[in-house]
């Protein structure tokens, strides 16, 4: 049974896609839409070797060498321009995915949609969409095994310019998750300002140099947005 964070994931791959799962470790993802139904050919990306053997057994055992194809490279590189409509990348720090999908930019003209779970810093995603041609059309905050998950669905299209203020609340807890609002939600944003306040508290204890005192800003910034995010 897939994970509800991978299961999730799945829910946002449209119907009849061609699918490309990047750091797909077991490949369990596209074995799973690929068993429903859901997806008729997929590519399963692995860098490392011992994902790779991971993925090309699963695959194997399931009997869906027909439908997926198990490819060993870095980020995009194992997809050719126009070969994939969908792309899923799952599991990893925002900061990789982002790199992932900037260095492999020129292969995603005929890519419809985006479904990235970042484990850490989604909003380094949501910034690299914003100036790269994405838009948000979906986002979503789930619990399991003690940990939370964020999942960004993105499309190609120009986002509607909006006040900086806004667009920097947006960028950081993610448009629709702020709209709703949800329990998760605030549990994620009230650990993080704890941990901000932390991080502050010792800063101000240490010695004013050009690097901390950008860096307390930055900090006195997050957590007054946090603070109103979540007094109301
Ligand atoms: N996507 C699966 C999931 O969400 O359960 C596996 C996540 S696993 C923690 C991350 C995988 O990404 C690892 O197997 C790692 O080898 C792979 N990976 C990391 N960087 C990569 C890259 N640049 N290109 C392809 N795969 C990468």
């Not at 859901?38 to 027909?66: T, Y």
């Not at 439908?67 to 060993?72: A, E």
């Not at 050719?80 to 900061?95: F, K, L, Q, Y």
């Not at 990789?96 to 779970?117: A, P």
Request: with cysteine; net charge negative; glycine share 6%.
């Amino acid at each position: 049974k897939l994970s509800q964070r991978l299961e999730t994931v799945a829910n946002y791959i449209p119907k009849g896609s061609r699918l490309a799962d990047i750091g797909s470790d077991h490949a369990y993802l596209p074995c799973h839409v690929v068993k429903k139904g859901l997806v008729s050919f997929a590519i399963a990306g692995e860098v490392v070797e011992g994902p790779f053997q991971s993925a090309k057994r699963q695959v194997e055992i399931e009997g869906l060498n027909d439908q997926i194809t198990v490819r060993k490279g870095n980020g995009l590189e194992v997809i050719s321009s126009g070969e994939v409509d969908c792309i899923t990348i799952a599991g990893m720090g925002g900061a990789l995915i982002t790199s992932i999908l900037e260095e492999g930019k020129e292969k995603l003209s005929s890519t419809k949609r985006l479904v990235l779970q970042p484990n850490i810093s989604a909003v380094t995603i949501r910034n690299w969409l914003l100036n790269n041609g994405w838009v948000l059309i979906a986002e979503e905050i789930l619990e399991e095994d003690e940990k939370i998950y964020e999942i960004i669905v993105a499309e190609q299209g120009i986002a509607t310019s909006k006040p900086r203020e806004d667009l920097q609340k947006e960028l950081l807890f993610g448009p629709f998750l702020l709209k709703e609002k949800s329990d998760i939600f605030k549990k994620k944003w009230l650990t993080e300002l704890n941990n901000w306040q932390r991080i502050l508290d010792q800063l101000s204890r240490a010695a004013d140099t050009e690097e901390t005192i950008n860096k307390k800003n930055e900090l006195i910034k997050k957590i007054e947005m946090a603070e109103e995010v979540l007094s109301h």
